[in-house]
């Protein structure tokens, strides 16, 4: 239902009609805590809605603890405004998991350290079996955090060597910090970039060629 085409509303105390107010015209029963007269929204207090005008609809969290964006078309949190990645109706934008409308949608958008947005409630579901924003694939993970896995992998790699006849170079290119590097051995565990040590990496030759050193 479109909100701001609301044209009348309907008493549930006495059935009176009459155009959108918070205040029945007859009974005189309130109809919600808050009320939006450009929404058409009614709604309790507990998740402290209000109203943005740059955003043309009401948010919920309180306008204590919010800022617009302009440029990223969106009401930010205190807490990451001054360190937000800011891109032009980057929130204007579906989310890359469930593909709802980020924009107006119910759930808390999260910003991934790449800059590209997705629910929170999609992200920790993503975070179950990937590290990586699905978008542009780079690591969404704290930079402390994965270089241990990559220094525990590494570490797995040199103990346990390819065998000859599986031993292969290939050309990767890194996810990560977009670098290109050739002519590296392969391994099953994956192969590390040499300018930011990083696993996750993606092969660029499919035709590899066996026996190389």
């Not at 947005?117 to 694939?137: E, M, S, T």
Request: charged content about 25%; aromatic content about 8%.
């Amino acid at each position: 239902m479109n909100r701001f085409e609301v044209q009348s509303i309907l008493c549930k105390q006495c059935h009176h009609r009459q155009i959108p107010c918070n205040n029945c015209q007859n009974c005189g029963i309130q109809f919600g805590e808050y009320y939006c007269a450009i929404c058409r929204l009614w709604m309790k207090l507990e998740k402290q809605p209000f109203h943005c005008d740059e955003c043309g609809i009401c948010r919920v969290g309180g306008r204590e603890n919010f800022r617009h964006c302009s440029t990223c078309c969106m009401c930010l949190s205190l807490s990451i405004i001054d360190n937000h990645i800011c891109t032009k109706e980057k929130y204007k934008d579906f989310c890359p998991v469930c593909r709802e409308d980020i924009f107006a949608s119910r759930c808390a958008p999260q910003e991934l350290p790449c800059g590209h947005v997705i629910h929170a409630q999609c992200f920790r579901k993503l975070a179950h079996f990937d590290f990586r924003c699905p978008i542009c694939k780079k690591t969404v993970v704290q930079k402390d955090v994965i270089k241990a896995e990559w220094n525990s992998r590494a570490r797995d790699i040199l103990s346990q060597p390819m065998p000859p006849d599986l031993a292969r170079t290939v050309d990767i290119l890194c996810y990560d910090c977009h670098a290109k590097s050739y002519r590296l051995a392969w391994h099953f565990l994956g192969t590390q970039c040499p300018s930011c040590e990083s696993f996750n990496t993606v092969l660029m030759n499919r035709e590899s060629q066996r026996g190389e050193t």
